[in-house]
C-alpha cells in the first residue's frame, strides 16, 4: 500500500488547493496500479462501487464522512464494518482504510467512480452516467448499456445515478459530452422560449 500512502502524503500537503477530482483520481490510480498488478481489478471495482452506492444511499453517512468534527480513526471504524457487511477484497478495504486516515473519507464516492472509470478503459469499454428522475431496473440498464454501445460502436459501462430534480427522461455523460433529454430541461427550454417570444 506504498503508493496509496504516498499518494495521500502529497495530497494531504495541498488539500486546501486540491481540488477533490484530482484527489480522487491520485488515490484511484495508486489503487489501480495494485489492483492490476494482483489481478483484482473486476473484484476492487465492484467492491468500491457497492461501498459507493452505500454512502450515496445514505445521507447521514455522507454527511459524517465528510464532517471534520469525526476523527478519521472512527471514520475508519464505520468505513471497516460497511466493507466487511458488503464483503469488500481485501485490497479495498486497505485502500479505503487508509484514505480514511489520510483524511480523504469524504472523497471515497470519487476515487470509487475514479477507479470505474479506469476499470472500464482496461476492459476496453467506456463509462457512461446515465442520470434518471428514478431508480430504474437492472434490465432497463442493460437497456441503456446496450443501446449507447450499439450507437457509439463500442462497449460501454453504464453508471446510474438518481436526481429526482430531473422530473423524468434521462441525461447520459459520456466522456466530456452531455446528452439531456430531462423533463427539467425541456420545461428550461420553453420557458426561455416563451420569455423570448
Do not use: C, W
Not at 504516498?6 to 486540491?18: M, V, Y
Not at 465528510?66 to 464494518?81: N, R, T, Y
Not at 470505474?116 to 446515465?130: I, L, N, P, T
Not at 432497463?140 to 429526482?164: F, W
Amino acid at each position: 500500500m506504498r503508493g496509496i500512502r504516498d499518494a495521500g502524503a502529497s495530497n494531504l500537503a495541498g488539500s486546501s488547493t486540491t481540488s477533490v477530482s484530482e484527489a480522487a483520481q491520485r488515490y484511484a490510480a495508486a489503487v489501480f496500479d495494485l489492483a492490476i498488478t494482483s489481478g483484482e481489478v473486476d473484484a476492487v471495482d465492484n467492491g468500491l462501487t457497492a461501498l459507493a452506492k452505500t454512502i450515496e444511499g445514505d445521507v447521514a453517512l455522507s454527511r459524517v464522512l465528510k464532517s471534520p468534527l469525526h476523527k478519521s480513526e472512527e471514520k475508519a471504524a464505520v468505513l471497516a464494518a460497511i466493507g466487511d457487511k458488503l464483503g469488500l477484497p481485501d485490497l479495498a478495504k486497505r485502500f479505503v482504510g487508509v484514505a480514511t486516515l489520510n483524511r480523504r473519507a469524504g472523497d471515497i464516492v470519487g476515487m470509487a467512480k475514479a477507479f470505474a472509470e479506469k476499470a472500464a478503459k482496461h476492459r476496453g469499454s467506456s463509462r457512461v452516467v446515465a442520470r434518471v428522475a428514478k431508480p430504474i431496473t437492472k434490465e432497463q440498464t442493460l437497456d441503456i448499456e446496450s443501446a449507447i454501445s450499439k450507437s457509439l460502436g463500442r462497449t460501454v459501462t453504464v453508471d446510474v445515478e438518481v436526481d429526482p430534480a430531473l422530473i423524468g427522461g434521462l441525461q447520459l455523460k459520456i466522456g466530456s459530452k452531455l446528452v439531456d433529454s430531462s423533463i427539467r430541461t425541456k420545461l428550461n427550454n420553453l420557458t426561455n422560449l416563451m420569455k423570448g417570444a
